[in-house]
Nanobody, 123 residues
């Protein structure tokens, strides 16, 4: 089992920045690819970003590319999502997820999930 706990969400004005953190415990964090997903009210969960187990490869949805950055610190068992130039349409519950091995952009590939963290961007 891998336990994931997110932090860092909140309320920010459009154009502002937030950094989400996801702390992992349990099994060896190094072996797990990590992803961030979000779900807005009334919408399906969507992929945001993912990072390979060593951190050498990153992937982004078109909607956040150039504004968001995913990174990980394997020594601290933590993955981050730096969100810049936030827009009202970024408002959602953001969840981190882990899967053993390769990196994927669809949520069903991930085995472990955090509880979710609300991000609200006001216009």
């Amino acid at each position: 089992q891998v336990q994931l706990v997110e932090s860092g969400g909140g309320l920010v004005q459009a154009g502002g920045s937030l950094r989400l953190s996801c702390a992992a415990s349990g099994r060896t964090f190094l072996n797990y690819a990590m992803g961030w997903f979000r779900q807005a009210p009334g919408k399906e969960r969507e992929f945001v970003a993912a990072i390979s187990w060593r951190g050498g490869s990153t992937y982004y949805s078109d909607s956040v590319k150039g504004r968001f950055t995913i990174s990980r610190d394997n020594a601290e068992n933590t993955v981050y999502l730096q969100m810049n130039t936030l827009k009202p349409e970024d408002t959602a519950v953001y969840s981190c997820a882990a899967r053993y091995g390769s990196t994927y952009s669809y949520s069903s590939a991930y085995d472990f999930w955090g509880q979710g963290n609300q991000v609200t961007v006001s216009s």
